[in-house]
């Protein structure tokens, strides 16, 4: 079910480091409060990343309840946003190479010169 995202609206990646200890109401506080978007809204998956990089949780509204996934992985990890704890909104194309390991936020992003300052 979380290697293919297409029954999902929207995806959101909570960046940075979350206790996984947390449960349906905790993560849900944590859209709530920490990122002001709203827990409640259908068909959302909001992905949570601990310090240890191979599990990750996500939380759905499902309309009548919410939906608690847990992925662990048995070889490697993902390569999770570590950035400052926000709410990153990702696309099918980011998910599905978050979910192959790929990295989905570039630490060196290719910057754009201007041919002035070669010479």
């Given at each position: ?8 609206r ?19 506080s ?20 601990g310090r ?15 939906l608690?996934?847990y992925?662990r992985l ?9 950035t400052k704890?926000?709410a990153?909104?990702?696309t ?10 790929l990295?989905?936020?570039s630490?060196?992003?290719i910057?754009?010169?201007?041919p002035?300052?070669?010479?």
């Amino acid at each position: 079910m979380l290697n293919n995202a297409s029954g999902f609206r929207k995806v959101y990646v909570a960046a940075g480091y979350t206790d996984l200890r947390r449960g349906i109401d905790g993560l849900a506080s944590i859209v709530k409060f920490n990122f002001q978007l709203d827990p409640y809204e259908k068909d959302i998956l909001f992905l949570f990343c601990g310090r240890r990089s191979d599990r990750i949780k996500g939380l759905v509204w499902e309309g009548d309840g919410f939906l608690l996934l847990y992925k662990r992985l048995e070889l490697g990890g993902f390569s999770w946003p570590r950035t400052k704890e926000e709410a990153l909104e990702i696309t099918q194309e980011q998910y599905r190479a978050l979910m192959q390991g790929l990295e989905i936020v570039s630490r060196h992003p290719i910057q754009e010169v201007q041919p002035s300052d070669l010479l």
